[in-house]
Nanobody, 115 residues
């Protein structure tokens, strides 16, 4: 079993930035972030694998950056130029592969972007 602990969510104005962190109890090949807005399906936002290859959803390309520090078993999501449509619960996930890192899940952290 792998535990994932997220931090860094909150309220920010449109155009602002937030950084999410997710500490895992051990490293896995793929780690990433999903989000789920009210009434919508959970979607993959960004992911990164052991080799550092990244994958981004089209709506966040150029604004979000996913990274990881292996020594800390931690993955980050730097979110810039935030938009109200980025408002959602963000979930850290790990395991699986770069396109679906979904074997283990964090508890979720709320990100709210005001207009």
């Amino acid at each position: 079993q792998v535990q994932l602990v997220e931090s860094g969510g909150g309220l920010v104005q449109a155009g602002g930035s937030l950084r999410l962190s997710c500490a895992a109890s051990r490293n896995l090949n793929a780690m990433g972030w999903y989000r789920q807005a009210p009434g919508q399906q959970r979607e993959l936002v960004a992911s990164i694998n052991w080799g550092g290859t990244t994958n981004y959803a089209d709506p966040v390309k150029g604004r979000f950056t996913v990274s990881r520090v292996f020594a800390k078993n931690t993955v980050y999501l730097q979110m810039n130029s935030l938009k109200p449509e980025d408002t959602a619960v963000y979930y850290c996930a790990a395991g699986g592969n770069l396109w679906a890192p979904s074997e283990y899940w964090g508890q979720g952290t709320q990100v709210t972007v005001s207009s």
